[in-house]
């Protein structure tokens, strides 16, 4: 078998077992595709079934001059994630990327804003026209909510549950989940959806889409991000920041205010906890707080005049 149906396979394998979402079946296609290119400029062009750890060491560090760490880090999980498929379907009984070491990579950890620097993003928002308000709404559902930017632009009318107090998200791996909205943030829906969408025309493949632009088409994750990048220069907010710091920012405010990291995971659609566990390191000073006051041994911490 080709390489050609092979990755025809793998790709529905992606898709069908899988259940990924279209950018990361793209992403790891195209690591693949990166591979073929590599073995057909080789003089004996191995196939997917002959393909040795020597080839793959040898296409990793000719791809390794011109990537950083974390790309060449995301491209062994790629092959590592093809040559599995292919072991799985019996095509192959090793993968030759178990042996292959991933870089060392320093986790980046996020940027997040506390609660009176959202308040102010917001507060800076021009409200004199239709799209002032469009915006305060959803940059306050993505905040509230915890939500992906993909998320929300593609939140729809039919998947607001108002009466019952949530909203469904289609997330990662075309998987839904219920998150719930508070009731501010319900007015705020309410108020836009009946006085600023009500006069929108939407077209025809966007009528049951929320958040919609002048035209009746829906909002681009990039238009999102110029939003905040324009407010923040408004408020003179000095942190780098994106749609993506609104959902950071909520999970570290719930965690630091008692949340357990499981309630955290279901309201931010994580597969793993391993993913919502890096919240857990960006503030660690009320961790802190909290032993010093709940410790087993916090009764005897005695002063000097008890000494």
């Given at each position: 078998?080709?390489?050609?149906?092979?990755?025809?396979?793998?790709?529905?394998?992606?898709?069908?077992?899988?259940?990924?979402?279209?950018?990361?079946?793209?992403?790891?296609?195209?690591?693949?595709?990166?591979?073929?290119?590599?073995v057909?400029?080789?003089?004996?062009?191995?196939?997917?079934?002959?393909?040795?750890?020597?080839?793959?060491?040898?296409?990793?560090?000719?791809?390794?001059?011109?990537?950083?760490?974390?790309?060449?880090?995301?491209?062994?999980?790629g092959?590592?994630?093809?040559?599995?498929?292919?072991?799985?379907?019996?095509?192959?009984?090793?993968?030759?990327t178990?042996?292959?070491?991933?870089?060392?990579?320093?986790?980046?950890?996020?940027?997040?804003?506390e609660?009176?620097?959202?308040?102010?993003?917001?507060?800076?928002?021009?409200?004199?026209?239709?799209?002032?308000?469009?915006?305060?709404?959803?940059?306050?559902?993505?905040?509230?909510?915890?939500?992906?930017?993909?998320?929300?632009i593609?939140?729809?009318?039919?998947?607001?549950?108002?009466?019952?107090?949530?909203?469904r998200?289609?997330?990662k791996?075309?998987?839904?989940?219920?998150?719930?909205?508070?009731?501010?943030?319900?007015?705020?829906?309410?108020?836009?959806?009946?006085?600023?969408?009500?006069?929108?025309?939407?077209?025809?493949?966007?009528?049951?889409t929320?958040?919609?632009?002048?035209?009746?088409?829906?909002?681009?994750?990039?238009?999102?991000?110029?939003?905040?990048?324009?407010?923040?220069?408004?408020?003179?907010?000095?942190?780098?920041?994106?749609?993506?710091?609104?959902?950071?920012?909520?999970?570290?405010?719930?965690?630091?205010?008692?949340?357990?990291?499981?309630?955290?995971?279901?309201?931010?659609?994580?597969?793993?906890?391993?993913?919502?566990?890096?919240?857990?390191?960006?503030?660690?000073?009320?961790?802190?707080?909290?032993?010093?006051?709940?410790?087993?041994?916090s009764?005897?911490?005695?002063?000097?005049?008890?000494?």
């Amino acid at each position: 078998m080709n390489w050609k149906q092979i990755i025809y396979d793998y790709v529905n394998f992606l898709k069908i077992e899988r259940g990924l979402s279209k950018n990361s079946i793209e992403s790891y296609k195209r690591d693949v595709n990166k591979l073929v290119l590599f073995v057909e400029n080789l003089s004996a062009s191995p196939s997917p079934m002959n393909i040795t750890q020597e080839t793959i060491q040898q296409f990793i560090y000719d791809a390794s001059k011109n990537i950083n760490a974390r790309t060449q880090a995301r491209l062994i999980s790629g092959l590592r994630s093809f040559f599995d498929f292919l072991v799985f379907e019996d095509y192959r009984k090793d993968n030759p990327t178990d042996l292959i070491e991933s870089p060392n990579i320093t986790r980046k950890l996020p940027e997040t804003l506390e609660k009176e620097e959202v308040d102010a993003l917001i507060a800076a928002i021009d409200l004199s026209h239709p799209q002032g308000e469009r915006n305060k709404t959803i940059i306050e559902t993505i905040y509230s909510c915890g939500l992906r930017v993909s998320e929300a632009i593609n939140l729809q009318l039919s998947d607001l549950f108002f009466e019952e107090g949530y909203i469904r998200i289609l997330g990662k791996g075309n998987k839904y989940r219920f998150v719930p909205i508070h009731v501010t943030t319900i007015q705020r829906l309410n108020f836009y959806i009946n006085e600023i969408r009500s006069k929108i025309i939407p077209k025809k493949e966007d009528e049951d889409t929320v958040f919609l632009n002048r035209r009746g088409k829906r909002l681009t994750r990039q238009m999102i991000f110029i939003i905040l990048k324009q407010l923040a220069v408004k408020i003179n907010l000095k942190k780098s920041i994106g749609p993506h710091t609104l959902r950071h920012s909520f999970a570290t405010y719930l965690l630091k205010h008692g949340a357990d990291l499981r309630v955290i995971q279901q309201l931010l659609g994580h597969e793993s906890i391993t993913t919502t566990e890096i919240y857990v390191h960006l503030d660690t000073s009320f961790l802190k707080e909290v032993v010093e006051l709940h410790h087993p041994r916090s009764d005897l911490n005695l002063n000097k005049d008890e000494k």
